[in-house]
């Protein structure tokens, strides 16, 4: 089992930044490849970034290019997502994934994701 805990949610400006972190606990996190997501209310839950076991390798969705940015520490057990150039779009609870033990390879299907943390808010205002 593994256990997930987000943080770092809140409100900001339009333009402004925010720096996101999943506190992962259970598991050897190295061994992990993890995902953030996004959903809104009404909406179906969607792929943000996800990252390598190594952080060598990273994805993101095409609407955060260039203004987000995942990182971990595997040392820490944690996961960032970095977010940069907020717009009220962007406004979402963000939540935090990981593969099942023995997946190791990043994955953009939410479908690929077994462990999820509770979710944290971001609010973007205009």
């Known amino acids: 089992q593994v256990q997930l805990v987000e943080s770092g949610g809140g409100l900001v400006q339009a333009g402004g930044s925010l720096r996101l972190s999943c506190a992962a606990s259970?598991?050897?996190?190295?061994?992990?490849?993890m995902g953030w997501f996004r959903q809104t209310p009404g909406q179906e839950r969607e792929f943000v970034a996800a990252i390598n076991r190594s952080g060598g390798s990273k994805y993101y969705a095409d609407f955060v290019k260039g203004r987000f940015t995942a990182s971990r520490d595997n040392a820490k057990n944690t996961l960032y997502l970095q977010m940069n150039s907020l717009k009220p779009e962007d406004t979402a609870v963000y939540y935090c994934a990981a593969r099942p033990e023995g997946y190791y390879g990043s994955s953009t299907r939410i479908d690929d994701y077994a462990y999820w943390g509770q979710g944290t808010q971001v609010t973007v205002s205009s």
């Open positions: 259970g598991r050897t996190f190295s061994n992990e490849s």
